[in-house]
């Protein structure tokens, strides 16, 4: 059986002479990965990334630190610290005021996202969207690997006060009890396949004994498709998981693996197409998701060959994403009218089979809001944008409009068309987050 080994940052040396790194871009590394997590493992290294063509290559570039991921005022800062070896907790004071200003949780998660069961703030669950609530295993806050964009990276550095995590099933089934409106979980992290399938099982069959009317659908969100495909296909605790959806599927449940699939090269070993058969074979759906990002996939012909590759495994083209205003946003953003352009070219290159996919979509603080065109209205050049998740369900489909920006990368960016004061729905944020703040 293939043995998993999680490469950290203090692994790097090694690394580095495997991939033919030279001394300077090593120590960027090392003082990079001192600020933002870094975690890779060796199927990643020899299976996915092509060593010619590093830095450039787009795995590479998906998975290892890089110098501009930080500014230069703060990269200058850290590498200062890493090449005179300064104390590793001179480091970390170092590293932990740097991430302070990184933005740790965008869109709300701690203000507006936590719910409250009894008068009781519930760990490890996050409500957002009426019909779905994420549940965050505690023992799946981790990856096979990471990815440099994570929006979750907060998760990943050590710090409790800024992650989610709860070990107490029993809450999220009495808080599904006490909201009906509630149709879906989506267990994620971190990634949950990190768990061995009897842990796995602890969270997800007290869901289904509890016979709850309104529970439709488990969906877990992963990249191990991707990043360890072997979870899916060696041993008994791979073929355990299988069971487990079989046991899901037989309860009545929709089962379904969230998958990001960020590039078409993740999709082409032999092992990440023996595991997705696998999991299908066992009556689960794979919808595949992942941010557009600068350096890794920000090229129509990459996002239709990967919606192809999808489809032709028998998995369902979801989401293209907006990387998210956190992290090292500013080294993988890609401006929303550039956006648009690669989404739509993509788009216009595939069968309908492919078009279920949906973007490019901002995962903002109200919800998920689309960039639906860019056109001219009453003279005036705008994108049309349109909300296709909201916390208030009544924005669900509705259009809006904002002046064009060609440099806006987020919906904070954008000031709204025709010489609107205000967004619809800021009002409703602003109250939401005053009432947020009276009760902390």
């Known amino acids: ?98 991430r302070g200003r990184l933005n740790p949780h965008p869109a709300g998660q701690m203000e507006l996202n936590v719910p409250r069961l009894d008068g009781e703030v519930v760990a490890g669950i996050q409500h957002k969207y009426q019909e779905t609530v ?63 399938t009897p842990v796995l099982r602890r969270y997800i069959e007290p869901l289904l004994r509890a016979k709850l009317p309104n529970l439709q659908s488990i969906r877990i969100g992963t990249k191990a498709l991707a990043y360890w495909p072997y979870r899916f296909t060696e041993g008994g605790d791979a073929d355990d998981f299988l069971r487990l959806i079989e046991e899901v599927k037989a309860a009545g449940k929709h089962f379904a693996l969230m998958a990001h699939s960020s590039h078409s090269r993740e999709l082409e070993p032999k092992m990440a197409r023996h595991a997705v058969e696998r999991v299908l074979n066992a009556g689960a759906v794979i919808r595949c998701q992942a941010p557009l990002i600068r350096k890794v996939n920000d090229n129509a012909n ?8 999808q489809v032709q495994l028998g998995m369902v083209p979801y989401y293209m994403f907006v990387e998210r205003n956190t992290g090292a946003k ?46 001219q209205v009453a003279g005036e050049k705008v994108f049309v944008l349109k909300f296709l998740q909201g916390r208030d369900p009544k924005w669900v489909n509705r259009v809006f409009f904002a002046k064009y920006d060609p440099r806006a990368t987020w919906l904070s960016d954008l000031q709204p068309a025709f010489g609107g004061e205000r967004f619809f729905f800021e009002d409703a944020l602003r109250e939401a987050l005053a009432e947020s703040a009276r009760r902390s």
């Open 330 to 375: 500013a080294y993988f953003e890609v401006p929303l009218a550039r956006a648009y352009k690669v989404f739509t070219e993509a788009y216009s290159q595939v069968v309908g089979l492919c078009r279920t996919v949906r973007g490019p979509s901002m995962s903002a603080m109200p919800g998920k809001v689309v960039v639906d065109g860019i056109t």
């Open 302 to 309: 990459v996002w239709a060959q990967l919606w192809r590759q």
């Open 1 to 98: 059986m293939t043995k998993f080994k999680a490469n950290t940052r203090k692994d790097l040396p090694q690394i580095a002479e495997k991939l033919r790194l030279n001394r300077d871009q090593l120590t960027d590394m090392q003082a990079v990965s001192a600020v933002l997590p870094f975690r890779v493992n060796d199927y990643v290294i020899e299976r996915l990334i092509d060593p010619e063509s590093v830095p450039n290559d787009p795995i590479f570039q998906l998975t290892f630190p890089q110098r501009g991921m930080l500014d230069e005022e703060d990269f200058r800062r850290m590498r200062d610290l890493v090449a005179k070896g300064a104390p590793e907790a001179e480091i970390k004071l170092a590293a932990d005021e740097i």
């Open 134 to 196: 994420l549940f965050f295993p505690s023992q799946g806050q981790t990856c096979h690997a990471y990815c440099s964009y994570c929006f979750r990276w907060a998760q990943f550095i050590g710090d409790a006060d800024l992650k989610f995590a709860s070990r107490e099933v029993d809450h999220l089934v009495n808080y599904m009890k006490d909201n009906p409106q509630v149709s879906s979980v989506l267990i994620t992290g971190g990634d949950p396949m990190v768990m061995k």
